[in-house]
């Protein structure tokens, strides 16, 4: 105790980690409904947005680098955040349009608005589930906020998302696939569903990201359990095929339904493919999915605030 304290005779408490939020200061031995109510959940949200904010520059420096040194010895360097998606989405265009029974007219169209964003979600997922892991060295170093680690790898993401999107549309447009009378081959005001899709996805990734990184912190065999689970969730979502294609079966329409990223990814669908607006349902589902998902993700996240320096 300093003397500074004894002279004012104020006890200062148990030690806390520093980078524990003002909000939870002091609130440890709280009930967990009672350190997340919703006012306290705001005012932490609000805290970090903040924080977050004033680190955009470290999040601008993260993704840049990140890009440099990923092709920094290769001969096409950022070409290949173009070529790739492109290279991905032939093979699978060529692959499905053959396998698949369901006729589909513009199939590389529909698989087109579905693949870009779900590589989004698992380069994002995959990687800021394993964020403090990696940048443990730094963070015993230094005191930060700890989601800037888990944001950036999800910008990192975003970054050649918005690239593929770029490439692939000006592609389509140079091939005459858009402008035509056919489905799924015309530009419409429904492409106004795309940035909306963008903004749910990213919502819902970020609370995932929050949930799975505080679990792989704690259990280091969640990396090997999330990359299987993703590989899974891959199928089990209306990416290569439509859901019309499984109304057959009950059991695959209850699991579309249960999809959260079903619905989120109906927005690129009718956007891009359909041109339709989405069912009510979807209107209703993919919000609640994405605003609930980043709620119990921030909640569990900020539940071990605290606990994350010790286990690193």
């Known amino acids: 105790m300093s003397a500074g304290t004894a002279a004012s005779g104020t006890d200062p408490g148990p030690w806390r980690p520093p980078i524990l939020s003002r909000e939870f200061h002091g609130s440890l031995d709280e009930p967990l409904l009672k350190r997340l109510s919703p006012v306290r959940l705001w005012r932490m949200l609000r805290d970090d947005a903040r924080e977050l904010s004033f680190g955009r520059y470290v999040i601008e420096q993260f993704v840049t680098s990140v890009l440099r040194v990923r092709y920094q010895n290769s001969m096409l360097g950022l070409l290949w955040t173009l070529l790739h998606p492109l290279l991905m989405l032939t093979v699978l265009s060529v692959v499905f349009s053959r396998l698949l029974k369901y006729p589909m007219d513009r199939f590389s169209v529909f698989l087109f608005a579905g693949l870009l964003p ?24 230094i005191n930060v906020n700890l989601m800037l680690f888990p944001v950036s790898e999800i910008a990192t993401a975003a970054t050649h998302m918005l690239f593929a999107f770029v490439a692939m549309f000006v592609i389509m447009l140079g091939f005459g696939v858009f402008g035509t009378e056919h489905v799924g081959a015309q530009l419409s005001v ?69 999809n959260p990223l079903r619905w989120i990814f109906e927005f690129f669908h009718c956007g891009i493919y359909y041109h339709r607006w989405p069912a009510t349902e979807a209107w209703v589902v993919a919000p609640c999915a994405a605003v609930g998902m980043l709620l119990l993700g921030y909640s569990i996240y900020k539940r071990h605030e605290h606990e994350f320096i010790f286990r690193l």
């Open 118 to 141: 779900w590589q989004f979600f698992q380069a994002s997922v995959g990687n800021a589930s394993v964020s403090l892991i990696r940048q443990q060295g730094l963070i015993r170093k």
């Open 190 to 258: 429904h492409l106004v569903l795309v940035p909306l899709g963008l903004v749910l996805l990213w919502v819902f990734t970020l609370g995932a990201s929050l949930a799975l990184m505080t679990l792989t912190t704690f259990f280091r065999d969640m990396e090997h359990i999330i990359s299987v689970a993703l590989q899974a969730m891959y199928f089990a979502t209306p990416i290569f095929y439509p859901v019309e294609a499984v109304a057959g079966s009950r059991s695959l329409t209850l699991l579309m339904y249960a």
